[in-house]
């Protein structure tokens, strides 16, 4: 089976820290997706990448960036967190060759303080 | 632009119902569409994925169907349980690698 690790259940993080949320998928994976869900908005794609070293944003790009260096890897950057960026953050992986599924991780859950 | 609905948005059933929950979506021009289960604070778990070309998937007491003529897909529970108690959304795929998601059905199944 496909597995999808984000390196932290939860984690509190003050105001203006800078923030690294990692992703490490175990079968070879061409695409990584990085996604946030709140209360009443659903899931919301922030960043993607269809594989190693590219990216595209998805529809909230604001106020994060990332990284993909290597293919199994990737990395979500709050460049100086804020209170608004308190959520649950989900990472997905899908083969690209052939139309399978998406694999998601555990989760995320970032609190700013 | 591809819109995937989910109703209802909330269900609270006794045990042992069989009960179905549905997913419709606005563009027939799919690839596949996965059925996910979400517990609260934790990730999606993935159910089944139907592609386009089939009309239904199993896997043990859960039953998806796939009807893209007319926009929809159903999960079907049968015999529900307490553990069966979550989120399920559906995620349709069309021609791009960004699948839609609809915003869930949450699922309370009392003893």
């Known amino acids: 089976d496909v597995k999808v690790t984000q390196s932290s259940r939860y984690l509190v993080k003050r105001t203006g820290e800078k923030v690294f949320l990692e992703c490490v998928q175990d079968?070879?994976?061409?695409?990584m997706f990085w996604y946030r869900q709140d209360p009443g908005l659903g899931l919301r794609l922030i960043y993607f990448?269809?594989?190693?070293?590219?990216?595209e944003k998805g529809d909230i790009p604001e106020g994060y960036s990332v990284s993909r260096e290597k293919k199994e890897r990737f990395s979500l950057i709050l460049e100086s967190a804020s209170t608004n960026q308190t959520s649950m953050y989900l990472c997905?992986?899908?083969?690209?060759?052939?139309?399978?599924?998406?694999?998601f991780g555990s989760g995320t859950r970032l609190t700013v303080v | 632009k591809q819109e995937v609905t989910q109703i209802p948005a909330a269900l609270s059933v006794p045990e042992g119902e069989n009960l179905v929950l549905n997913c419709s979506f606005t563009?027939?021009?799919?690839?596949?569409l996965q059925w996910f289960r979400q517990d609260p604070g934790k990730g999606l778990t993935s159910l089944l994925l139907?592609?386009?070309?089939?009309r239904e998937q199993t896997s043990g007491r859960l039953n998806a169907s796939l009807d893209k003529s007319s926009g929809r897909s159903t999960l079907y529970i049968a015999a529900s349980q307490p553990g069966d108690s979550a989120t399920y959304l559906c995620?349709?795929?069309?021609?791009?690698?960004?699948?839609?998601f609809g915003r869930g059905t949450s699922l309370i199944v009392h003893p």
């Open positions: 995620a349709v795929r069309g021609g791009s690698y960004i699948p839609t």
């Open positions: 139907i592609q386009s070309s089939q």
């Open positions: 079968m070879d994976h061409e695409n």
């Open positions: 997905a992986s899908r083969s690209a060759g052939g139309n399978y599924g998406y694999t």
């Open positions: 563009d027939s021009a799919i690839y596949n």
């Open positions: 990448s269809y594989d190693v070293k590219m990216k």
